[in-house]
């Protein structure tokens, strides 16, 4: 369902302080649902009941793509650690719980340190503890920052040799423009001769597509519906979750796959102290994921200065991993939308 081409009608009244994250997060809100159609970042998904309701998505029959990847990356995990240079640094955008990851440090024997990169500083040195017991013999270097935005690697691995790790398909998040911009970011921060290796989920049977999306027991739904929790739990809104409901479907024109948040009904809701009004059928639009076939990526990366090195698909051609190689100097950084989202 398209969201209808009306702006919202919004209504000053007294405000809610708030400062830090939330505050960001509140102006994220306010301006994405007075946009024209209305929209909310796919970054804010990830709290922990968001976190905990994608967990179980992975888990989840219809969803193909994590088992699917980490079904690559095992079969190819000896012909990965081949490829990584001596003693290089592995920097992994958006690192989670470093699942993926895992995979590739048992074979890369040879690596020197692992650079796991997420916005959430807590988690992510709980994360980064528990890998130094798993593998003493490699420096674990955590960077707290938002992946998409320029960042500073550790001082130790300057001097080092690079590999950047993006699996997820969480390239798949971004807008293609916004795609590039990330890579040629990623080139900036892993310097020349680096490789980077990309998880790509690819084109295939529209019903396989939408069932991933639609799963039976609704814990995508729930997923979805947890952005308007999350709202009324930070920002002390008042909406009635239950007046929405989750749409996802194939946009074959665009290669992606859509999910929206509907409004049941015309309706009015305050958010720290602005008013937003709906109506009947009007959606919030909270995600894309753009699906690729080996081509037009490979067709992309070399745009953003990267060119193929392996490609990796499994039997049925539902995903693949891609490795890269940057092929020249970093391009110099150019205006460019924030890239922080995830999924």
């Given at each position: 369902?398209?969201?209808?081409?009306?702006?919202?009608?919004?209504?000053?009244?007294?405000?809610?302080?708030?400062?830090?994250?939330?505050?960001?997060?509140?102006?994220?809100?306010?301006?994405?649902?007075?946009?024209?159609?209305?929209?909310?970042?796919?970054?804010?998904?990830?709290?922990?009941?968001?976190?905990?309701?994608?967990?179980?998505?992975?888990?989840?029959?219809?969803?193909?793509?994590?088992?699917?990847?980490?079904?690559?990356?095992?079969?190819?995990?000896?012909?990965?650690?081949?490829?990584?240079?001596?003693?290089?640094?592995?920097?992994?955008?958006?690192?989670?719980?470093?699942?993926?990851?895992?995979?590739?440090?048992?074979?890369?024997?040879?690596?020197?340190?692992?650079?796991?990169?997420?916005?959430?500083?807590?988690?992510?040195?709980?994360?980064?503890?528990?890998?130094?017991?798993?593998?003493?013999?490699?420096?674990?270097?955590?960077?707290?920052?938002?992946?998409?935005?320029?960042?500073?690697?550790?001082?130790?691995?300057?001097?080092?040799?690079?590999?950047?790790?993006?699996?997820?398909?969480?390239?798949?998040?971004?807008?293609?423009?916004?795609?590039?911009?990330?890579?040629?970011?990623?080139?900036?921060?892993?310097?020349?001769?680096?490789?980077?290796?990309?998880?790509?989920?690819?084109?295939?049977?529209?019903?396989?597509?939408?069932?991933?999306?639609?799963?039976?027991?609704?814990?995508?739904?729930?997923?979805?519906?947890?952005?308007?929790?999350?709202?009324?739990?930070?920002?002390?809104a008042k909406i009635d979750v239950a007046?929405?409901?989750?749409?996802?479907?194939?946009?074959?024109?665009?290669?992606?796959?859509?999910?929206?948040?509907?409004?049941?009904?015309?309706?009015?809701?305050?958010?720290?102290?602005?008013?937003?009004?709906?109506?009947?059928?009007?959606?919030?639009?909270?995600?894309?994921?753009?699906?690729?076939?080996?081509?037009?990526?490979?067709?992309?990366?070399?745009?953003?200065?990267?060119?193929?090195?392996?490609?990796?698909?499994?039997?049925?051609?539902?995903?693949?991993?891609?490795?890269?190689?940057?092929?020249?100097?970093?391009?110099?950084?150019?205006?460019?939308?924030?890239?922080?989202?995830?999924?």
């Amino acid at each position: 369902m398209r969201a209808l081409a009306r702006r919202p009608q919004i209504v000053s009244d007294a405000k809610i302080e708030v400062s830090g994250e939330t505050a960001a997060f509140a102006a994220d809100v306010i301006t994405g649902l007075s946009a024209t159609p209305k929209r909310l970042s796919p970054k804010y998904f990830y709290d922990r009941a968001g976190s905990e309701l994608f967990e179980r998505i992975t888990a989840l029959p219809e969803y193909y793509p994590t088992r699917t990847e980490i079904g690559i990356l095992t079969e190819r995990a000896q012909d990965i650690a081949r490829l990584l240079p001596a003693g290089a640094a592995l920097v992994e955008f958006g690192s989670g719980a470093s699942t993926k990851t895992r995979i590739v440090l048992h074979e890369a024997k040879s690596l020197a340190a692992y650079v796991p990169v997420d916005i959430s500083a807590e988690f992510l040195r709980q994360q980064a503890e528990t890998l130094r017991r798993e593998f003493p013999d490699v420096a674990m270097l955590p960077v707290a920052a938002d992946f998409g935005k320029p960042f500073d690697l550790p001082a130790s691995v300057h001097e080092l040799p690079r590999a950047g790790f993006f699996p997820g398909s969480t390239i798949g998040n971004f807008e293609p423009h916004e795609a590039s911009a990330f890579m040629r970011h990623a080139a900036r921060v892993l310097g020349r001769g680096s490789i980077l290796i990309v998880g790509v989920d690819l084109v295939k049977d529209t019903q396989v597509l939408q069932r991933a999306y639609n799963d039976s027991q609704g814990v995508t739904a729930a997923f979805n519906l947890n952005l308007l929790e999350r709202i009324n739990r930070e920002l002390g809104a008042k909406i009635d979750v239950a007046t929405f409901e989750h749409h996802a479907f194939f946009n074959r024109e665009r290669s992606r796959i859509e999910m929206h948040l509907a409004s049941h009904k015309r309706q009015r809701i305050r958010i720290c102290g602005e008013c937003v009004d709906f109506r009947a059928g009007e959606t919030i639009h909270t995600e894309n994921s753009y699906k690729y076939t080996v081509e037009s990526f490979g067709a992309l990366a070399r745009g953003a200065g990267w060119s193929s090195t392996a490609v990796w698909t499994d039997p049925k051609q539902y995903f693949s991993v891609h490795v890269l190689t940057l092929r020249e100097e970093p391009p110099a950084p150019r205006p460019r939308p924030d890239l922080a989202a995830v999924g």
